[in-house]
Every structure is written in structure tokens, then in C-alpha cells.
């Protein structure tokens, strides 16, 4: 979660460097903390306000958020401009889909005029399964252009990436998930040119062109 440090940095004023170290010399990481869950949001516009004074540095900022609808939750969505919802294939994901719209509505009377949901992107799925390929089909019908046609296979070296401590296009670059965010990228930058008339650029990572070299990269978990 790349935001609850700056939060827990204004509430309990601590001398954090805001920045961590990351494969590419473009992106700044702020992982998250254990702290997160003693944290008491009196100010539901602290996101905002400091994302605000951050506009000239930086393109995007994605945050990372709980699956469910929280505080920290409706703080990220006041300070933010589009939705990305992951979900699994499956009805009890979906069914949380109607709670995030009744929110998402709320917030833009009250709060945020600006917010909207850029899409659904379902995650860890098994194109051979006939039901995650109906659910799927299902809801790309009944919701249009709030689903992205991308979706992020299922596979175990997922698991090894987060296990190495490394990004999955470093890991291994030419895997089925790994192909399959590159292109969701490329989906939802389009999609963000559409909604903005703005041109957005994606780089793909130099990760893609080459086999990984560093010690760990090629160990491979047996399953």
C-alpha cells in the first residue's frame, strides 16, 4: 500500500524518508505499515491535501487500497480521480461491485464531483474454467465499458514474486501474468487518454527485452 506512511508521517509527526528504492529510476515507492491499523481519521481530506502539494512532481499516483470500504478507503477515493476495482471471478466479488457504486455516488455529491470508476480488471483467472469465463463474459456485458478486456492470469510464479521480493516483470518477464499487466497498462493508459484527452505514455520495461540476471531472479518454487 504505497500511501499509509504519509498519513501516519502528518498524524504522529515521524521523520520518515518518503521515498524507497525501486527497480525504475521513475517511480517512487511508499510501502505501508503495521501502524496503519491504530490510525484514527479525524480529517478525511488529509489525502488530499497533501497529494495536492505534490502535483508538479509527479504524473500518477496509484494507491493502493484495503478490499473493503473503510476510512482509509473513502480517504483514498476523496483524493482521487479514477477507480481501478481488482476482482476475482467470482459472485462474492462482485456482489461488494453495487456497495462500491452506492459509495463512489455518495462521495461525488459530498465530496469529490470528479471521482469515477475506470474499470474492473478481474485477477487470478483460469481461462479454463467455464465459470470464470461466463462470469467474466457476463459482466462485460451487463457492464459495458466499466470492465477492462484484459485479465490477469493465474499462475504460482505470482506467489514467487512476491516471495523474492521482486517486481513480476523482473522476476519472469515472458510469463502469462507478467504479459498480462504489461497489457492491461496499455489498456488503462488508453482508457485514461479517452476519458482526459491526454496522452499517456507507456514505457515497457527494459525487463521485457532480456532475461534476468541478478542472483534469484531464475529460482523457480516447485508446486
Given at each position: 500500500?504505497?500511501?499509509?506512511i504519509?498519513?501516519?508521517?502528518?498524524?504522529?509527526?515521524?521523520?520518515?524518508?518518503?521515498?524507497?528504492?525501486?527497480?525504475?529510476?521513475?517511480?517512487?515507492?511508499?510501502p505501508?505499515?503495521?501502524?496503519?491499523?491504530?490510525?484514527n481519521?479525524?480529517?478525511?481530506?488529509?489525502?488530499?491535501?497533501?497529494?495536492?502539494?505534490?502535483?508538479?512532481?509527479?504524473d500518477?499516483?496509484?494507491?493502493?487500497c484495503?478490499?473493503?470500504?473503510?476510512?482509509?478507503t473513502?480517504?483514498?477515493?476523496?483524493?482521487?480521480d479514477?477507480?481501478?476495482?481488482?476482482?476475482?471471478?467470482?459472485?462474492?466479488?462482485?456482489?461488494?461491485?453495487?456497495?462500491?457504486?452506492?459509495?463512489?455516488?455518495?462521495?461525488?455529491?459530498?465530496?469529490?464531483s470528479?471521482?469515477s470508476?475506470?474499470?474492473?480488471?478481474?485477477?487470478?483467472v483460469?481461462?479454463?474454467?467455464?465459470?470464470?469465463?461466463?462470469?467474466?463474459?457476463?459482466?462485460?456485458?451487463?457492464?459495458?465499458?466499466?470492465?477492462?478486456?484484459?485479465?490477469?492470469?493465474?499462475?504460482?510464479?505470482?506467489?514467487?514474486?512476491r516471495?523474492?521480493?521482486?517486481?513480476?516483470?523482473?522476476?519472469?518477464?515472458?510469463?502469462?501474468?507478467?504479459?498480462?499487466?504489461i497489457?492491461?497498462?496499455?489498456?488503462?493508459?488508453?482508457?485514461?487518454?479517452?476519458?482526459?484527452?491526454?496522452y499517456?505514455?507507456?514505457?515497457?520495461?527494459s525487463?521485457?527485452?532480456?532475461?534476468?540476471?541478478e542472483?534469484?531472479?531464475?529460482?523457480?518454487?516447485?508446486?
Amino acid at each position: 500500500m504505497c500511501w499509509f506512511i504519509i498519513i501516519i508521517n502528518i498524524i504522529y509527526k515521524v521523520s520518515l524518508d518518503l521515498k524507497d528504492n525501486t527497480y525504475e529510476t521513475n517511480v517512487d515507492i511508499i510501502p505501508s505499515s503495521q501502524e496503519i491499523n491504530n490510525i484514527n481519521l479525524s480529517d478525511r481530506y488529509v489525502l488530499r491535501k497533501l497529494l495536492s502539494s505534490l502535483d508538479k512532481d509527479y504524473d500518477f499516483c496509484i494507491i493502493d487500497c484495503p478490499p473493503h470500504l473503510s476510512k482509509l478507503t473513502i480517504c483514498a477515493m476523496i483524493a482521487g480521480d479514477y477507480i481501478i476495482v481488482p476482482s476475482l471471478a467470482d459472485t462474492d466479488s462482485l456482489g461488494g461491485y453495487d456497495l462500491l457504486i452506492s459509495a463512489v455516488n455518495d462521495i461525488r455529491r459530498s465530496d469529490n464531483s470528479n471521482l469515477s470508476i475506470l474499470g474492473v480488471l478481474f485477477c487470478n483467472v483460469e481461462k479454463t474454467k467455464a465459470l470464470d469465463t461466463h462470469i467474466i463474459n457476463s459482466s462485460i456485458e451487463n457492464m459495458r465499458d466499466n470492465v477492462f478486456k484484459t485479465t490477469i492470469s493465474r499462475a504460482s510464479v505470482v506467489s514467487q514474486a512476491r516471495f523474492f521480493g521482486k517486481p513480476l516483470v523482473y522476476y519472469k518477464p515472458r510469463s502469462k501474468p507478467a504479459q498480462d499487466y504489461i497489457e492491461f497498462t496499455k489498456e488503462g493508459a488508453k482508457k485514461l487518454e479517452d476519458v482526459t484527452n491526454k496522452y499517456v505514455k507507456v514505457e515497457t520495461s527494459s525487463a521485457e527485452t532480456k532475461e534476468d540476471s541478478e542472483q534469484g531472479e531464475n529460482t523457480e518454487i516447485s508446486t
